[in-house]
């Protein structure tokens, strides 16, 4: 989607060639040479990303414990673990009124989240330090939301951002939507995983490690769902992004905004509203509360993720739009950021 126009462009017309003066396209052997070097760099960058992220992932299971999913009761705990976080990926992805999403893209978006995810382990293990030198009240609600909520859903939505975002299928506002339910659906795999196998550290024998893990897996099913809704959330906007791209730097921005809030009001309420709950009223167990907590938290943040969906699907249909018709091409030039 082109921006403004040069004055001389402008006025002309069209009536005179303006390359090189107010306007550019690929011609001489110099075009060729910087087209290339453009796209090279641009790959390589992307490249190192992933190397590095992959690099990180392996040092997790070298080091932190994650080798335990060779066990296979600890793999079936991981899986069994996301399935709330997949059935909510699979109904915004069903929801999509649009052309369905491939599944290659799908499963790139699902596997850089997963790459991504040690990004902000390292970042918030660096910040921890930092807050936990203040009084815990204050401390760890400033850490959720100026670290922990903005980090992960950055590392998230750069998993959309990197591959599927510039892909022509990538065609709808909505689709951002579904893109950014896959990276929140790889995070919360990785996340899960790397809670499960924790109990490796503290030593524990094969039947102690597996029934630690299955208690860790259904606390991890129950926090799962909501990767899935924050980053579909920041997924929506950068959609929105895509195709107004005369302000998708703010866009995007209140789209991560949205998540981050969520996220870290989350994390901070998780460790305070089921003790109260538990407290207030004695014939409600601690993990009930917990649980009533979770489902009435994350029913909250769905029904904000459905709002938008839904008056996308009712704009798309008020537009006389086919269910599941051609999208609108993205018009995208060689050097759209």
Not at 4 to 12: A, L, Q
Not at 118 to 123: K, L, T
Not at 197 to 218: D, K, S, V, Y
Not at 263 to 280: C, D, E, K, Q, S
């Amino acid at each position: 989607m082109r921006g403004k126009r040069d004055p001389v462009e402008r006025e002309s017309r069209g009536s005179r060639d303006l390359y090189d003066i107010s306007t550019w396209e690929k011609r001489s052997t110099v075009d060729a040479i910087s087209t290339w070097i453009y796209r090279f760099g641009v790959a390589s960058a992307k490249a190192f990303v992933i190397v590095l992220a992959a690099v990180f992932l392996l040092a997790q299971f070298a080091l932190g414990g994650l080798g335990a999913l060779a066990e296979p009761v600890v793999g079936v705990l991981v899986v069994l673990s996301i399935v709330p976080a997949f059935a909510i990926a699979a109904y915004v992805w069903y929801v999509d009124v649009t052309t369905g999403e491939p599944l290659s893209l799908l499963v790139v978006t699902f596997t850089l989240a997963v790459l991504f995810a040690m990004f902000a382990a390292v970042v918030n293990s660096i910040a921890q330090g930092a807050f936990g030198a203040l009084p815990s009240v204050i401390g760890m609600p400033l850490f959720f939301f100026l670290v922990v909520g903005p980090v992960e859903e950055t590392v998230k939505l750069l998993a959309v951002r990197l591959y599927a975002y510039d892909d022509v299928r990538f065609g709808a506002v909505i689709d951002g939507a579904v893109y950014g339910a896959a990276a929140g659906l790889g995070f919360a795999t990785i996340e899960n995983a790397i809670y499960i196998t924790r109990g490796l550290e503290a030593g524990l024998g094969t039947f102690e490690l597996i029934g630690a893990a299955g208690g860790t897996a259904a606390i991890r099913a129950l926090a799962g769902p909501g990767h899935v809704l924050y980053s579909a959330i920041a997924g929506f906007y950068l959609g929105l992004a895509k195709f107004n791209r005369e302000n998708a730097g703010p866009i995007v921005v209140k789209g991560l905004l949205i998540a981050a809030f969520f996220h870290g009001l989350y994390n901070t309420l998780a460790g305070i509203v089921p003790g109260l709950l538990a407290a207030a009223a004695t014939w409600i167990s601690p993990p009930i509360a917990l649980i009533g907590f979770l489902v009435l938290y994350d029913g909250a943040v769905a029904y904000f993720l459905y709002r938008r969906i839904s008056s996308y699907r009712r704009a798309y249909e008020d537009a006389g739009i086919i269910h599941g018709g051609d999208e609108p091409t993205a018009e995208l030039t060689e050097f759209d950021p």
